[in-house]
């Protein structure tokens, strides 16, 4: 704990020298930051109706205005006329405004080819880490010995295990094969469950898909898998599919949990409890500061829903904007509507740069001594492997760091490029990586690359 701590202020330290890089003269002109998902920090433009959209509901004379499309236009109203007092500036339910709720239970059926999606059973919140901290509180009893244990993939997103630890839980981790591309394997599930025997009492598991920072894609059979596993072993699921617009691997394609719940049948439809998160941060959309998303519960005891009708209702409301951002995302332009072409050329857009990225960043890491990156199959992270000499290793023990966390704070000092060091998001012991963000404009991408790959084959030399 005493390591983990120091390497947080390091952390925190590698932060503030990002910022004060921007403002010293080096080989570079900027600071190329790729630590955080944030597609509109890294380049990426705002989708164009989106923001109208947006803009009429704040200001109401645009939409009297001819400079705004037509659809925008009525879009606008019908939103503010869904508002109390027709302003964006007013509370909400605590749940969400109904209309934009029912919305995403409308989007929800869509998605998963006619399957219900029950209004009643879906919560706005602002950004999926709230609704996920939320569901968490239901499932831990802090009082209870042993301690409530939470299923953990590895890699995983950091700031959920604080989620975990901070309510009194015990994490337990599973790990994914990084030698099969990241694949969720059930034995290391059922591994996973044995260690923490005599530890803590396991309730849930959780799931990310597709992966953050590991960028894998589920297959149906994995999926279904997993939901065997979790009927067997009595485990709440908690899904992470934030990025289930995010898919560009070869025969991927993205599968819901609720729909292959469903499909299977009884006895796992009827009583596999799942809680499913997405949100407008991720995906195409990017509005990472309209703080925004929802989640989904399937299956559980009208008893739990109460409390957690109470849990939502104790804060205030998630901001309006997020929540008209939430309906743009689940319910954008159609074939017919005067928006739709650029619609749909600026997603189409989108889509092809990360495509074109992730064909990069898997030819240029693979390339380089020392790195390797399995094949990305979605999401908007990489998750190199960083293969480092034990000369390079003692150096960082020598600086009280951890080796990733010192190629980490080297590549941004020397090379400019901001990205997080693979002890952040777990992984094997004795093993290394870096994480970044490949939404980033194809220019930007390609300087990331040049500059990383200028900066590793010195750094490989230097600590030859």
Not at 69 to 86: F, M, N
Not at 412 to 432: A, D, H, I, N
Request: charged residues 20%; neutral net charge.
């Amino acid at each position: 704990m005493a390591a983990r701590g120091l390497d947080l202020i390091l952390h925190g330290a590698q932060v503030k020298l990002c910022d004060k890089l921007k403002g010293v003269r080096k080989p570079y002109k900027e600071v190329i930051d790729v630590f955080q998902g944030d597609l509109h920090g890294a380049g990426m433009k705002p989708l164009t109706f989106v923001r109208q959209v947006l803009a009429a509901c704040v200001y109401p004379p645009l939409i009297n205005s001819n400079n705004l499309p037509l659809d925008v236009r009525q879009r606008a109203q019908e939103e503010l006329g869904r508002c109390v007092g027709g302003s964006v500036g007013s509370y909400s339910a605590a749940a969400g405004i109904p209309e934009i709720v029912h919305s995403i239970s409308e989007f929800i059926k869509r998605r998963d080819g006619g399957i219900p999606s029950h209004p009643e059973n879906i919560y706005i919140s602002p950004g999926s880490q709230w609704s996920i901290s939320n569901i968490l509180n239901v499932l831990v009893n802090r009082e209870a010995s042993p301690r409530t244990g939470v299923l953990i993939p590895v890699p995983f997103y950091n700031k959920t295990v604080l989620s975990i630890t901070q309510l009194g839980a015990v994490t337990v981790p599973y790990y994914l094969s990084e030698e099969q591309g990241w694949a969720l394997q059930v034995d290391e599930l059922q591994r996973a469950l044995e260690s923490a025997k005599g530890v803590c009492n396991p309730v849930a598991l959780y799931v990310i898909n597709p992966g953050n920072p590991a960028g894998y894609v589920q297959s149906q059979k994995s999926v279904q898998e997993v939901i065997r596993f979790a009927w067997e072993k009595r485990l709440f699921l908690l899904v992470d599919e934030l990025y289930q617009d995010c898919v560009y691997g070869e025969n991927c394609e993205f599968v819901s949990y609720k729909r292959t719940l469903s499909e299977m049948g009884p006895p796992f439809s009827g009583t596999v409890e799942l809680a499913s998160f997405h949100s407008v941060s991720k995906g195409f959309l990017g509005e990472c500061g309209l703080r925004a998303g929802y989640v989904e519960l399937v299956n559980l005891d009208p008893a739990v829903m109460k409390h957690i009708h109470t849990l939502s209702s104790k804060d205030s409301c998630t901001p309006i904007l997020g929540q008209i951002a939430l309906d743009l995302m689940t319910d954008p332009p159609k074939p017919g509507d005067p928006s739709y072409p650029l619609y749909k050329q600026e997603i189409e857009h989108i889509r092809a740069v990360l495509v074109h990225n992730v064909k990069r960043v898997h030819e240029v890491i693979n390339s380089l001594p020392g790195f390797s990156c399995p094949p990305l199959e979605g999401g908007l992270f990489a998750f190199p492997r960083l293969n480092l000499t034990p000369k390079a290793i003692q150096k960082a023990k020598e600086l009280g760091l951890q080796p990733d966390t010192f190629y980490c704070t080297r590549l941004l000092e020397e090379g400019g490029v901001f990205t997080g060091p693979g002890w952040e998001y777990g992984q094997k012991e004795g093993t290394y990586h870096i994480r970044f963000c490949i939404a980033a404009p194809q220019d930007v991408m390609e300087e990331l690359l040049r500059r990383l790959s200028s900066f590793h084959m010195t750094f490989m030399k230097d600590f030859s």
